[in-house]
């Protein structure tokens, strides 16, 4: 483990180097093509870091991070984002650039309006993921009807966890709100509310600028603007699905079975028909209940992840990697408490 930690901190050293040079160098380039050919390198370069270590825990969350950070970049190429926004001096640049925050626009946009979220749901997702961690253990004995609703919650926990603890660093540290990562996808009533409104807003945000506007529009100039919107969102989902298809290479090192491709252009599939249904039953009186459809749409997320979703990962050994993990750091910050009592 300590050769990972070392590699690890050597990545993230490359990063912030490369950030420094794209604040002091390439933001000096106009903007447009002369800046994307300046950013290449760096772009070519966060595709390889994540090669550089193993441990699933480490190489999930750098290649997330820097996944994002590319699509920063390739905004910041025309002056657009986060990165031309916010920045006022280089550490907020790179910490912007190579963390999963969006400061948050004032006023805040519409679609990442929230509404606060009382005090003690917190500690509760806290002691949700310290017992999934635990009955890992004994996953032998459970039924594999069990695991699946247990591995969505652990993915969902995992990454809302860590994406609260890193927006309370930087309102510590630099004294500004963000925009909020998720919104309780559990209580998403359609697959549109689920990935536009609930998951992982950061990506959603991101990706409408750099892939699904751009779709759009060039495609309204041939076809009519129903159809470029349909495109436009399965490009989106196209692009999503095949840059998971990277982390999971990334996190197994073998070769790419496309079944996590197949899972996101199904859900960009299935959202192009809600949105369409929508429209055309927006004349009609009836209409399903919130409680209804939301069973219906955690259900069908659930099953297409158990069938495309999750069985690379665990073909691979991924969640007992992971569950080893998180036991050697839990024996370790147990070490340090104790050689601090003592």
Not at 254 to 273: I, K, M
């Amino acid at each position: 483990m300590g050769g990972e930690i070392e590699r690890f901190m050597k990545v993230w050293i490359s990063t912030i180097i490369s950030l420094s040079y794209c604040y002091y160098i390439v933001s000096r380039i106009p903007k447009g093509f002369l800046r994307i050919i300046s950013l290449l390198p760096i772009l070519c370069l966060f595709f390889m870091l994540p090669l550089y270590f193993s441990s699933p825990t480490l190489v999930g969350t750098t290649s997330f991070f820097l996944w994002l950070a590319t699509l920063k970049l390739l905004l910041f190429s025309f002056n657009q984002g986060p990165l031309a926004i916010s920045p006022q001096n280089i550490h907020l640049f790179i910490s912007i650039a190579s963390l999963p925050i969006i400061p948050k626009q004032h006023p805040p946009t519409k679609q990442n309006h929230t509404t606060n979220k009382p005090k003690w749901l917190f500690p509760l997702k806290l002691l949700l993921f310290a017992i999934i961690i635990r009955v890992y253990d004994y996953k032998q004995n459970l039924h594999p009807n069990l695991l699946l609703p247990i591995y969505c919650c652990h993915v969902y926990l995992s990454l809302d966890l860590l994406l609260i603890f890193i927006g309370a660093m930087i309102r510590t540290v630099f004294g500004f709100e963000i925009e909020p990562q998720f919104n309780e996808p559990y209580l998403s009533t359609s697959l549109q509310d689920f990935w536009g409104h609930r998951w992982n807003l950061m990506v959603s945000h991101l990706l409408r600028p750099t892939v699904y506007n751009p779709t759009r529009s060039m495609l309204s100039s041939f076809v009519n603007f129903s159809c470029a919107t349909s495109a436009a969102i399965l490009v989106t989902f196209l692009v999503s699905g095949l840059m998971h298809e990277l982390i999971y290479y990334y996190l197994t090192r073998v070769t790419p079975t496309w079944e996590v491709t197949c899972f996101f252009v199904l859900h960009g599939v299935c959202l192009v028909v809600e949105v369409v249904a929508k429209k055309v039953a927006s004349h009609r009186e009836w209409q399903l209940h919130g409680a209804v459809s939301g069973s219906l749409v955690i259900s069908f997320l659930a099953i297409t992840a158990n069938w495309l979703f999750f069985p690379q990962l665990l073909r691979n050994g991924l969640d007992t990697k992971a569950t080893e993990e998180y036991a050697l750091l839990i024996e370790f910050f147990k070490s340090k408490l104790s050689l601090q009592v003592l």
